[in-house]
């Protein structure tokens, strides 16, 4: 359980890191925009935002693909909600106003925790993995929340 925390607070630390730049502005972090990164935090924000719900989804989906999974009818809509937030986390790049994927990936982090209650009450996982998933949910919609009132673009 130990690791699932640690992994949980190192997922976390990259949206607070993008947030602190955007709220802070790039002034204070301008070496790092110029040397290290090439683009916007906004972006980045964005983009790891995407990814960690698709991982997110994918734990749900592969859960129900188990080729021993015995309960297969039960669960389909679990199966379909992992592929339409993956698709849906995906898509939300596209959207031509940040502010408004920021919103968007903000709701599908909600749906993605309903679908990992359901599993959960389905297979019985580790109750400490829900909470921590209901901490790191709350954070992450959060950070994304208030990226949509500091992001300057769009």
């Known amino acids: 359980?130990?690791?699932?925390?640690?992994?949980?607070?190192?997922g976390l630390a990259p949206f607070i890191f993008f947030l602190s730049v955007i709220i802070f502005d790039a002034?204070?972090?301008?070496w790092l925009a110029d040397f290290v990164f090439k683009g916007d935090f906004s972006d980045f924000l964005?983009?790891?935002?995407?990814v960690i719900l698709s991982f997110l989804a994918g734990i749900s989906w592969g859960l129900e693909i188990k080729p021993n999974n015995q309960k297969k009818k039960a669960h389909n809509?679990?199966?379909?909600?992992?592929?339409f937030i993956t698709i849906s986390a995906v898509?939300?790049?596209?959207?031509?106003?940040i502010k408004?994927?920021?919103?968007?990936?903000?709701?599908c982090y909600l749906w993605q925790l309903l679908i990992d209650?359901?599993?959960n009450n389905f297979y019985k996982i580790n109750p400490?993995?829900?909470?921590?998933?209901?901490?790191?949910?709350?954070?992450?919609?959060?950070?994304?929340?208030?990226a949509v009132y500091f992001v300057e673009s769009y």
């Open 46 to 50: 964005l983009n790891y935002a995407v």
């Open 128 to 146: 400490g993995y829900i909470k921590i998933r209901k901490f790191a949910t709350t954070v992450v919609v959060l950070v994304l929340l208030l």
């Open 91 to 97: 898509l939300a790049m596209m959207f031509y106003s």
């Open 100 to 107: 408004l994927a920021y919103l968007y990936l903000s709701f």
């Open 1 to 10: 359980m130990n690791l699932a925390i640690n992994l949980t607070i190192l």
């Open 27 to 30: 002034v204070y972090f301008e």
């Open 77 to 83: 809509i679990v199966f379909y909600n992992a592929v």
């Open 117 to 119: 209650l359901k599993v």
